[in-house]
């Protein structure tokens, strides 16, 4: 992940076919872990261990499919504590990212209260950029709110 602190996030989001594991899964993803800090608007407060790095990222609600994003490192010992203390909620997984016909896809292979949940993401330049779509890719779940990762930390994929 690169240091970035402000941009516009583009991104679509996608159900994965049924058995469709990345390739070297799971030794070629990285292991994740993520909460989110409770706030009185939709704004959304994450803070992601993944290996020995770490992020607080704000994300503003969407408009269409783009929303703001602002993103920072920070100690790992503070993301630890930030999940103890003020998170109520985690999501757990896996990431794995496969290039495909030009495009950057995130794969992420979900586990505990999300075990099953399989997603694909892919960020763009622009909402109407055009993609190639993996035959590997399932339904579109970008304007379904029960797919983001703060609603999977609250209502787990295995309660629904």
């Given at each position: 992940?690169?240091?970035?602190?402000?941009?516009?996030?583009?991104?679509?989001?996608?159900?994965?076919?049924?058995?469709?594991?990345?390739?070297?899964?799971?030794?070629?993803?990285?292991?994740?872990?993520?909460?989110?800090?409770?706030?009185?608007?939709?704004?959304?407060?994450?803070?992601?261990?993944?290996?020995?790095?770490?992020?607080?990222?704000?994300?503003?609600?969407?408009?269409?499919?783009?929303?703001?994003?602002?993103?920072?490192?920070?100690?790992?010992?503070?993301?630890?504590?930030?999940?103890?203390?003020?998170?109520?909620?985690?999501?757990?997984?896996?990431?794995?990212?496969?290039?495909y016909e030009g495009h950057t896809w995130e794969i992420d292979v979900f586990s505990?209260?999300?075990?099953?949940?399989?997603?694909?993401?892919?960020?763009?330049?622009?909402?109407?950029?055009?993609?190639?779509?993996p035959d590997w890719l399932g339904a579109e779940v970008s304007f379904d709110p029960?797919?983001?990762?703060?609603?999977?930390?609250?209502?787990?994929?295995?309660?629904?």
């Amino acid at each position: 992940m690169d240091e970035k602190h402000k941009t516009t996030e583009i991104e679509r989001k996608f159900l994965v076919q049924p058995g469709f594991l990345p390739p070297g899964f799971p030794e070629a993803g990285q292991r994740m872990i993520q909460g989110y800090v409770p706030t009185s608007n939709e704004t959304a407060v994450r803070v992601r261990l993944a290996g020995d790095a770490a992020w607080l990222t704000l994300k503003t609600p969407r408009v269409g499919l783009s929303r703001r994003e602002f993103e920072y490192p920070i100690p790992v010992d503070e993301a630890t504590d930030i999940l103890e203390l003020l998170c109520m909620h985690t999501v757990e997984k896996i990431r794995t990212n496969i290039e495909y016909e030009g495009h950057t896809w995130e794969i992420d292979v979900f586990s505990g209260k999300n075990e099953g949940l399989v997603l694909a993401e892919i960020e763009l330049p622009t909402e109407d950029t055009s993609f190639d779509a993996p035959d590997w890719l399932g339904a579109e779940v970008s304007f379904d709110p029960k797919y983001t990762n703060s609603a999977l930390s609250r209502e787990p994929f295995l309660s629904w």
